[in-house]
C-alpha cells in the first residue's frame, strides 16, 4: 500500500512555541519534501532531502529546518512558530530520479495563535 | 520571479464542455512538466504529465499540449463534468536540480 503519513493531521500552537511536523512514507523513496500551501499562492517548497542527513533548502527556507535520520520519516520544525507561519504543510516523497511523480500526504492544518 | 504562471486563476464551464488551462515557463531547462489536481480538503494528485519530446499527451478526457519554443503549454479537459471541479496545478521540473516548481494554479468549477 503506497502511502505518505503526516501527523498531527491538525495542530494549534502559540506564537513562540516550537512545533514538530512528521512525516512517513511506505515506499522506501529517496527523495522527500516538505511543502506549504497557502489560499492563491499555490504550493511553496520548504526543504527537499535526497535521502538520509542530505537536505538542501527550497524556495521558502527561513524559519524552518529539517531532519532525515532514516530514509522513511522527514521531520519539519519550527523553532518559535510563527503567526505568518499559519498554513497546511503538505509532505511528498518521491523515487530518485528528477523526473517522477510526487506522492502527497493529506497534509497538517497549523494554525498559529 | 514566478518561474511557472496559470492562466486563468479561476475558470467556470458547463458541463460538456472543454475546458482550456494555460501554463507557461521561464527556465529553458524545465524537462518535466506534471499536472496535479487537487480537490477540496484533499490532498494533490498526479493528473497527467508531459515530457518536451512529445508535443501532446492524451488520457482520456484530458489532452495536455505543448509548445517548446513558446515555452507554453494547456490542459484540455473535453466533455467536462461536475466531478472535474478541483484546483489543477501545473508544475515543471528541471532534471539537474529535482525542485518541482509550482504554478498557483487554476480553480475550474463545472457546473451541472
Known amino acids: 500500500d503506497m502511502k505518505v503519513t503526516q501527523m498531527p493531521r491538525y495542530l494549534i500552537k502559540r506564537m513562540g512555541e516550537n512545533v514538530l511536523l512528521e512525516c512517513g512514507q511506505d515506499m522506501s523513496h529517496e527523495t522527500m519534501y516538505w511543502y506549504r500551501q497557502d489560499p492563491g499562492l499555490g504550493l511553496q517548497l520548504i526543504y527537499i532531502?535526497?535521502?538520509?542527513?542530505?537536505?538542501s533548502e527550497g524556495d521558502i527556507p527561513k524559519g524552518y529546518r529539517v531532519s532525515r535520520k532514516k530514509r522513511e520519516h522527514f521531520s519539519l520544525i519550527l523553532d518559535s512558530a510563527k503567526t505568518n507561519q499559519t498554513s497546511v504543510y503538505f509532505c511528498?516523497?518521491?523515487?530518485?530520479?528528477?523526473?517522477?511523480?510526487?506522492?502527497f500526504g493529506h497534509g497538517t492544518k497549523l494554525s498559529v495563535l | 520571479q514566478q518561474q511557472v504562471r496559470q492562466s486563468p486563476q479561476s475558470l467556470t464551464v458547463w458541463e460538456g464542455e472543454t475546458a482550456i488551462l494555460n501554463c507557461s515557463y521561464e527556465?529553458?531547462?524545465?524537462?518535466?512538466f506534471p499536472w496535479y489536481w487537487q480537490f477540496p480538503r484533499e490532498s494533490p494528485a498526479l493528473l497527467i504529465a508531459?515530457?518536451?519530446?512529445?508535443n501532446k499527451k492524451e488520457d482520456g478526457r484530458f489532452t495536455i499540449f505543448f509548445n517548446k519554443r513558446e515555452k507554453k503549454l494547456s490542459l484540455h479537459i473535453t466533455d467536462s463534468q461536475p466531478g472535474d471541479s478541483a484546483t489543477y496545478f501545473c508544475?515543471?521540473?528541471?532534471?539537474?536540480?529535482?525542485?518541482?516548481?509550482f504554478g498557483k494554479g487554476t480553480s475550474l468549477v463545472v457546473h451541472p
Open positions: 511528498a516523497s518521491s523515487r530518485d530520479s528528477p523526473n517522477e511523480r510526487l506522492f
Open positions: 508544475a515543471a521540473t528541471s532534471g539537474g536540480n529535482y525542485k518541482p516548481t
Open positions: 508531459i515530457r518536451p519530446v512529445s
Open positions: 532531502s535526497y535521502d538520509v542527513d542530505s537536505n
Open positions: 527556465d529553458s531547462t524545465f524537462d518535466y
